[in-house]
């Protein structure tokens, strides 16, 4: 399982798309684990220079509702400001988030691109509370 | 695991009370041999919790090249009536009116065979391709608006197509009834680069011929002659329709609360017909779905261009002409047979046609007579087909068809048995010329990743519920 600066994960695949399955301590590290996963699924951060900062604010109604949107705001930002994420801080207050994001400008015909993510789903979405720290599961749409 | 009747030889019955909550039986289309398949993962189930929304009538159907997906099934089609029923994002999927074109031309495959490297190598450098692509169009945020809401008609008013083609497009290219404030900014910064582009994935653009020819009369209706080469369009509407798909299973998460609908799975969240939400919903998805027929229609532009100039070949634009262009990732308004009743439906197809048959006023005039052609794409190796549709697939599947080969293999997967290969070499001995922008691309779309395509479209003739009509072989292949 690979180490994450923020919790494990592992990458699952079902017949047309992919997914995650992180693990972490807190909710916050939860949340940047599973940004840092998402992102291994679509670049190879191999090299990247952090040269552009992004932040931002979420609120929903629910952890779960909260956590699509997040990933689902950092597939806008990726294809929208051509920008790969690979640092993250989150801040969480109930299902308020903020959250400030480093990037390395790329192109679409950079290398450094392996993948593509259309959206965080979800079906069979689970973040479950246990002893040893909390555990997410999320398909995503590729 | 799901409960199963065998109907017949390519008809099985997932029966009400599989799972809790069903409000019509499933309908599934495969023979043995796919059902063995088709049992390995969990699509099954989710033919049956399509079953349980609202309005939901006859049956939750799956053509044969069903698989996995999210919510709904790919491969799945459900029918809910209007009066009573619901509209679900999660039945159409992110790729709204992801879809195919096919074009035709007079060329003999012999007088390509000295050119098929260039022209191949020319569509790859003129169409934008891959993860992220852009820049084929320069568009403001006016004229982005403008071409959701006119479609196919944008394009061809901006010089980008003929008459002919909006003719030969599903509701000629334009479903009305789209507003502009449906759809978030969110979207628009998503779609504003994007118009022209192929995108990646299993998106191509394929030159072809025609290798064999089933039915002369419906052939010769849709121009489709045997050894002329054709080029098939496979994409959708990119991240504009991503982002609105992502933007309203948000709001369909809300109304499952609101309305008192419960789903058994978060992704097939829906609102009411009537509701705010499912009318928010449908005019941004038509909104999506214009983008979609737009965007192919600037790639046939492109195509035409390419064509034109291909170095050493006396190729003419006016000589590719569109066949047909279809959805297969939509909700239509459609009338159907309730029970001997006619009723308006909202039907959902993802990962699934339309397929009306001669005399229904779905069908383009031109080819009411005959019906619609059905452009069922294979793999990058072996074939596409023509079909049309029948009678009793009006009767019995809301007038639907498969839509390709259907995924068989995942990604990972792929990529093993692609392992130590060159996909690239393979396909060159076969003859088949390559251009692709991603570095795994090839390994994930290798043929073995998906059905046969002749099992595939065998279910349908066989069942009776499409025709088959022309055979094509794949000589080129653009992916992203």
């Known amino acids: ?142 | 695991m799901i409960r199963l009747n065998r109907l017949d030889g390519f008809r099985w019955e997932i029966p009400r009370g599989s799972i809790p909550g069903m409000r019509v039986p499933g309908l599934v289309l495969a023979d043995d041999a796919m059902m063995t398949t088709i049992r390995r993962d969990e699509s099954l189930r989710q033919v049956a919790q399509a079953a349980t929304l609202p309005g939901a009538t006859r049956a939750s159907i799956a053509m044969p090249d069903i698989h996995f997906g999210y919510g709904f099934p790919i491969g799945g089609v459900l029918a809910s009536r209007i009066d009573s029923g619901v509209v679900s994002p999660g039945g159409v999927g992110f790729d709204i009116n992801c879809g195919v074109r096919l074009l035709r031309t007079s060329t003999h495959i012999d007088d390509l065979s000295d050119h098929l490297s260039d022209l191949v190598n020319l569509l790859f450098r003129h169409i934008p391709t891959g993860v992220g692509s852009s820049g084929a169009l320069r568009l403001d945020r006016k004229q982005l608006q403008r071409v959701v809401l006119n479609g196919s008609r944008w394009a061809v008013d901006a010089g980008f197509g003929t008459h002919e083609d909006l003719d030969r497009t599903e509701d000629t290219g334009c479903l009305q009834g789209c507003r502009i404030d449906s759809i978030s900014d969110h979207a628009f910064e998503r779609g504003i680069e994007q118009l022209g582009t192929l995108g990646s994935g299993n998106h191509f653009i394929e030159v072809q011929y025609v290798e064999e020819v089933f039915d002369p009369v419906l052939a010769a209706a849709f121009g489709l002659e045997t050894n002329r080469i054709t080029f098939m369009i496979h994409t959708g509407s990119r991240g504009f329709g991503h982002q609105i798909c992502t933007d309203y299973l948000r709001v369909m998460g809300d109304c499952l609360r609101k309305y008192g609908i419960s789903t058994p799975d978060r992704q097939l969240a829906c609102a009411p017909f009537d509701s705010k939400e499912g009318q928010s919903y449908l005019s941004a998805m038509r909104g999506a779905a214009n983008f979609a027929w737009a965007n192919r229609q600037c790639i046939t532009h492109r195509i035409r261009e390419v064509w034109e100039r291909l170095p050493g070949h006396p190729g003419c634009a006016d000589d590719i002409r569109t066949v047909y262009d279809l959805a297969h990732n939509i909700i239509k308004i459609e009338d159907h047979d309730d029970d001997g009743h006619p009723a308006a439906f909202a039907v959902h197809r993802k990962g699934a046609t339309r397929a009306f048959t001669a005399g229904s006023a779905y069908v383009p005039e031109s080819y009411r007579p005959y019906g619609q052609p059905v452009i069922v794409p294979g793999d990058m190796a072996r074939a596409s087909y023509v079909l049309c549709g029948t009678k009793a697939a009006e009767t019995e599947v809301f007038a639907s068809s498969c839509h390709g080969a259907g995924r068989l293999l995942s990604r990972k997967a792929a990529m093993k048995a692609a392992r130590g290969r060159s996909i690239a070499g393979e396909l060159n001995a076969r003859g088949i010329r390559i251009a692709a922008k991603g570095k795994d691309t090839l390994a994930e779309e290798m043929p073995e990743a998906y059905k046969p395509i002749e099992q595939v479209v065998g279910v349908m003739i066989r069942s009776g519920l499409a025709n088959p009509v022309a055979r094509l072989r794949p000589l080129g292949v653009i992916k992203g």
């Open chain 1, 1 to 142: 399982m690979p180490h994450t600066p923020y919790g494990r994960y592992t990458q699952f695949d079902t017949t047309a798309d992919m997914g995650i399955d992180v693990e972490s301590d807190t909710i916050e590290h939860l949340f940047e684990a599973a940004a840092f996963a998402m992102f291994d699924l679509m670049i190879d951060s191999t090299g990247l220079i952090s040269d552009r900062r992004f932040a931002i604010q979420l609120e929903s109604d629910a952890i779960e509702d909260l956590l699509i949107d997040w990933l689902n705001e950092l597939i806008f930002l990726s294809e929208t400001r051509r920008a790969a994420c690979f640092r993250f801080q989150v801040t969480l207050d109930g299902c308020k988030l903020r959250a400030s994001v480093e990037a390395a400008s790329i192109d679409s015909d950079s290398t450094n691109r392996i993948g593509m993510i259309k959206a965080a789903t979800y079906h069979g979405l689970k973040i479950v509370r246990s002893d040893a720290g909390l555990r997410l599961h999320v398909l995503f749409d590729v």
